[in-house]
């Protein structure tokens, strides 16, 4: 990453920062011409409260990034809470956004299926099992569609209700039961069952089977539910989401799912650094009418840009069966200029008039290499220059330049030299 980080003095003028970058950011992607996404985002590690991604939307990315066929939501699949929005914490917990479940009472089971999902904290103690809609049917069609636990979901409600949830462990059940046998007598144990609000909520099997060969009795464990988030009447909602699933924000459009790669970042990470540092600075406060000046530690902010993968992901999204295609803002040249054998001399004059204009020249380059026609073009497609004007078969016969540009459409249209530079710029304008 390209990192940049900002200082400010006042939380409103971090924020007036933080938006100017974001704006520079987007007028980047929209200058590379492909298909991104601006997502809220998990601040993760590095603190704050206020976050966005920019994602390019590639099957070879590790994000998936949510958005909404009605509404102007998008967001990443890291910022599942695990809640149930749409209505107050004071109302009745309503189904997940996506699923059609009739009753929605507690005691409903509006699924094909229930699966089990399991973790266990990091201190070994607690081991959670989740309970989800492993199958369910979705939209009009009532076509049975299969779940996936949300892990960022489960760990948000297992911190609410706090618990520490080690999520890299692979066999939680069988380190849970070892931690029991071990250490038994130095106990408390507990078994948190989780509920999306999807599946019934009844008790479930004490594990008696693992506590016999733990040589320890049910009744040492201290069992619990939990099928509303920690606080609040909210019910529970564990799963991913999937395309065709009822939007949690407008109720009205459908949810489609993106496979991303990252390429920017923005942070808003307030004094979380800044304090710790002690990377204080004063203040003026002669214009709220106080004579003193106030010392306040720095509200900071963190962005960055994936310069690398930037070039991987516009080289996946624009190339075609003809080779790389790059936007203009990271072409090697705009143009290159590609002759016949014996018109040489002319490409040159060629050249030469795209790159007079001292005002607005054009970025040319000349294949002047002893090779075929065919081979030289071959190339320029290969490379991927966004415009190409061949000097040719046209220029023998009507004095004209062939000029293609794949990236209008194709484009193919033969222009004569005095109208050569302003057909150019006007071709580069839309690129």
């Given at each position: 990453m390209k990192d940049?980080?900002?200082?400010?003095?006042?939380?409103?003028?971090?924020?007036?920062?933080?938006?100017?970058?974001?704006?520079?950011y987007t007028r980047l992607f929209n200058d590379l011409r492909i298909p991104y996404l601006v997502a809220a985002a998990d601040s993760g590690n590095m603190g704050g409260n206020l976050s966005h991604e920019f994602h390019v939307p590639s099957s070879k990315g590790e994000d998936t990034v949510i958005s909404c066929t009605s509404c102007d939501i998008v967001y990443n699949d890291e910022l599942a809470d695990g809640k149930i929005h749409g209505f107050g914490d004071n109302e009745s917990p309503q189904a997940s956004p996506g699923?059609?479940?009739?009753?929605?009472?507690?005691?409903?089971?509006?699924?094909?299926?229930?699966?089990?999902?399991?973790?266990?904290s990091k201190d070994k103690r607690t081991l959670l099992r989740g309970w989800y809609p492993k199958f369910?049917?979705?939209?009009?069609?009532?076509?049975?569609?299969?779940?996936?636990?949300?892990s960022h979901a489960v760990k948000s409600v297992a911190n609410a209700a706090g618990i520490d949830l080690d999520l890299s462990v692979e066999n939680p059940l069988e380190q849970w039961a070892t931690e029991v046998k071990s250490n038994k007598a130095s106990g408390p144990y507990r078994v948190v069952d989780m509920y999306d609000s999807?599946?019934?909520?009844?008790?479930?099997?004490?594990?008696?089977d693992v506590l016999d060969q733990a040589s320890c009795k049910v009744e040492d464990i201290d069992y619990s539910m939990l099928d509303r988030f920690p606080g609040t009447n909210n019910g529970l909602s564990l799963v991913k989401v999937q395309d065709g699933d009822k939007c949690a924000r407008c109720a009205q459009g459908r949810v489609?799912?993106?496979?991303?790669?990252?390429?920017?970042?923005?942070?808003?990470?307030?004094?979380?650094?800044s304090e710790v540092l002690q990377a204080s600075v004063m203040?003026?406060?002669?214009?709220?009418?106080?004579?003193?000046?106030?010392?306040?530690?720095?509200?900071?902010?963190?962005?960055?840009?994936?310069?690398?993968?930037?070039?991987?992901?516009?080289?996946?999204?624009?190339?075609?069966?003809?080779?790389?295609n790059w936007p203009r803002a990271v072409a090697p040249f705009?143009?290159?200029?590609?002759?016949?054998?014996?018109?040489?001399?002319?490409?040159?004059?060629?050249?030469?008039?795209?790159?007079?204009?001292?005002?607005?020249?054009?970025?040319?380059?000349?294949?002047?290499?002893?090779?075929?026609?065919?081979?030289?073009?071959?190339?320029?497609?290969?490379?991927?220059?966004?415009?190409?004007?061949?000097?040719?078969?046209?220029?023998?016969?009507?004095?004209?330049?062939?000029v293609q540009c794949r990236q209008l459409e194709d484009l193919r249209e033969n222009v004569p030299l005095e109208q050569l530079s302003t057909f150019i710029r006007s071709l580069l304008e839309r690129l």
């Open positions: 940049l980080y900002t200082f400010d003095c006042t939380v409103e003028e971090a924020l007036e920062t933080y938006t100017s970058v974001k704006a520079a699923f059609d479940t009739g009753d929605l009472s507690p005691e409903a089971a509006p699924t094909i299926s229930t699966g089990l999902w399991m973790s266990i369910s049917m979705q939209g009009e069609s009532q076509e049975p569609v299969e779940r996936e636990v949300n999807q599946v019934r909520v009844y008790k479930r099997p004490p594990l008696s489609k799912t993106h496979v991303a790669i990252e390429m920017g970042h923005t942070f808003h990470l307030g004094t979380r650094y203040v003026d406060q002669s214009s709220s009418g106080s004579s003193e000046n106030q010392v306040v530690p720095m509200q900071m902010g963190c962005h960055g840009i994936g310069v690398s993968r930037m070039i991987t992901a516009v080289a996946d999204s624009l190339a075609d069966s003809k080779g790389l705009e143009v290159i200029v590609v002759p016949a054998k014996g018109l040489e001399d002319e490409a040159e004059k060629v050249y030469d008039t795209l790159t007079s204009d001292p005002a607005s020249p054009v970025d040319v380059i000349l294949d002047d290499r002893d090779k075929q026609m065919g081979w030289k073009l071959g190339d320029a497609d290969l490379i991927g220059y966004p415009i190409i004007v061949v000097v040719g078969k046209g220029w023998k016969k009507e004095q004209t330049l062939e």
